[in-house]
């Protein structure tokens, strides 16, 4: 039976609630705890290959405070989500449900663990370099696995029809049925986007706004043609949301309608295929 991957966030947005509403409501810091019983027999299993970006669910390198994901069987007891009792000294938990990662020298932050899925915040403390993965299930160790931590690995939240999770100011979600108009102000959701100032804490859930430490160097396409460095109005963390980067975005004037769009530096970009939901400007 193919088990549905669950986001990074885990979460389910209907159409008739606001984006920032369920957020606030199934966060990093505030899911409430979702226990399915499960039985796990024998050590860990996954691989390297299992082993995923957690917004874009892609192999491939991960950046210091990304979220991945990690496919496999028996990595827990059970079906558990941080909540906000797991919570200490403003960070997210490096164990949940008897559930640890190690990820070279670190323990990675813990957001969601199951029988067949982890999702996990990559430590901010790690330098480019391949490390060693290991899944913990209290006594039980897991096979070595390998990961590539690099400086970005930019990928925008996705719902759960692939479409990037995209909001105006006010939280209302941007999909088909709700667009926006060229011209507008959008909200982009996205993990892996790097170093910041000031520099974000492992698993801490920021309390202030801070930029990406390389502002200029951020890359966004629409339809191919990179946006004016102007538009970028802010593009940093979330505040108090742990490994939670937003961008807010001017839509150029001249922006076409529903065009692709794409983040990231000249080195590293999200993965191609993925619209914003634009409609031409007011005349």
């Known amino acids: 039976m193919a088990v549905k991957p669950q986001h990074a966030l885990a979460f389910r947005i209907p159409s008739w609630r606001s984006f920032l509403t369920v957020l606030a409501q199934l966060s990093l810091c505030l899911l409430s705890a979702d226990i399915a019983q499960a039985q796990a027999v024998g050590a860990p299993k996954y691989s390297t290959e299992g082993i995923v970006h957690g917004a874009t669910f892609e192999s491939g390198p991960v950046a210091g405070n990304t979220f991945i994901s990690i496919f496999g069987e028996n990595l827990a007891w059970s079906t558990r989500r941080v909540t906000q009792t797991d919570i200490r000294s403003n960070r997210l938990p490096t164990a949940l449900g008897g559930v640890q990662v190690l990820i070279g020298p670190a323990q990675a932050y813990l957001v969601f663990v199951s029988p067949t899925q982890i999702n996990a915040l990559v430590s901010s403390d ?66 892996g986007l790097g170093p910041t100032l000031p520099t974000a804490l492992p698993g801490e859930l920021p309390r202030g706004a801070a930029m990406l430490a390389d502002l200029d160097g951020l890359v966004i396409q629409l339809a191919g043609v990179r946006v004016p460095r102007a538009n970028v109005l802010y593009a940093g963390v979330a505040p108090g949301f742990a490994g939670l980067y937003q961008i807010n975005l001017l839509l150029p004037a001249e922006t076409p309608l529903n065009p692709e769009i794409r983040i990231g530096n000249e080195g590293a970009m999200s993965p191609a295929g993925q619209k914003i939901f634009v409609l031409p400007g007011e005349e």
């Open 126 to 191: 790690l330098s480019n370099g391949k490390y060693s993965v290991r899944v913990l299930r209290d006594s039980w160790a897991g096979p070595e696995a390998i990961v590539e931590v690099v400086k970005t690995a930019p990928g925008l939240f996705m719902l759960e029809d692939g479409l990037p999770v995209v909001t105006r100011p006010d939280g209302g979600l941007v999909d088909k049925e709700n667009p926006v108009r060229a011209g507008s102000i959008v909200i982009l959701w996205a993990t």
